[in-house]
């Protein structure tokens, strides 16, 4: 995630304003973000920021497919000039507002039909952390109706909300126990097919599973060493999850942006919340319903 900040240069009697960019890692803005109540609504402004810029290009029929921080541009703005301010502002006299941004790898009925021909988009156009199953796992994918291709990016709006929450972009990941377990059964399997492996057990592990394969999954788990007890799949299964892995132990800030994520990170894609439902969540309710 990227903020944008503007400095005003005299140059031959003219202002000149000159754009810099800086690269925002887990910080004390991300601190402040999960620890206070102004940073709990700040979260929920950017979360619904994104998925107003998604509306528009899905209002298009446009799938973006490379939702992540890299192209999502905050401008801090002062509320008096408008200016983009440098750093991470202090006090509350500023806005947050965010953009997304590269649309290299998008796609819609015209680009399907004269950028990508019959082959479709590759993947090597999509950035495999951000993927949902179906892109992953089917290279026809794309032939699907437009509502249901334009779940990609909600899948990807998930993975983006779960990085916010961890502040890590190692949202899907596996313990070296659980690989090397893993690997005994993979010998012999080549690396891309090794690390879909991994992917495929750390969504199982956040009890994101293929639809009606709950059984064969908990009758199998203990050939890689997890012990059926901790599959229960609920919500207060996936809570803890989340919260052993944030550093500040904190998790999510209540059950509706759980709820929220666990309903874009869904793998049936017509399943998932569309965009406008999204955007309907009890999650940015003021104030939010009862539990």
């Known amino acids: 995630m990227y903020t944008v900040e503007e400095d005003t240069n ?4 003219r202002d000149e304003k000159v754009k810099h960019v800086q690269i925002l890692h887990p910080s004390k803005w991300w601190h402040w973000l999960k620890t206070t109540k102004e940073g709990q609504e700040q979260m929920r402004s950017l979360i619904r920021q994104l998925l107003m810029a998604l509306k528009s290009c899905h209002d298009r029929n446009i799938t973006h497919r490379d939702i992540k921080p890299e192209n999502m541009v905050l401008c801090f703005e002062e509320q008096d000039t408008g200016r983009c301010l440098k750093g991470i502002p202090q006090g509350e006299n500023f ?12 796609m819609d009925e015209f680009t399907l039909k004269h950028l990508y021909g019959s082959t479709g988009p590759s993947r090597a156009e999509q950035t495999n952390e951000y993927t949902p199953p179906e892109a992953l796992l089917y290279a026809n994918w794309y032939q699907r109706p437009t509502n249901t291709t334009l779940k990609y990016d909600m899948w990807s709006v998930g993975v983006v909300i779960l990085e916010l929450i961890l502040g890590s972009p190692n949202v899907f990941e596996i313990s070296g126990y659980t690989r090397a377990l893993l690997d005994q059964h993979l010998e012999g399997w ?3 097919l090794k690390e879909l492996a991994y992917k495929l057990r750390s969504l199982m592990e956040l009890c994101i599973l293929i639809p009606g394969s709950f059984l064969r999954h908990h009758q199998t788990v203990d050939r890689v060493g997890a012990s059926p007890a901790s599959w229960k799949c609920s919500e207060e299964f996936f809570s803890h999850q989340i919260k052993s892995r944030d550093p500040l132990k904190l998790g999510f800030p209540n ?3 759980l709820r929220l994520v666990r309903q874009l990170l869904l793998w049936d894609p017509e399943e998932r919340l569309s965009v406008d439902e999204a955007l309907q969540h009890p999650y940015f309710q003021h104030p939010p319903p009862r539990e």
């Open 10 to 13: 005299a140059d031959e009697g």
């Open 95 to 106: 806005t947050t507002k965010m953009r997304i941004i590269d649309f290299g790898s998008a």
């Open 190 to 192: 080549n690396e891309g």
């Open 255 to 257: 059950v509706w942006a």
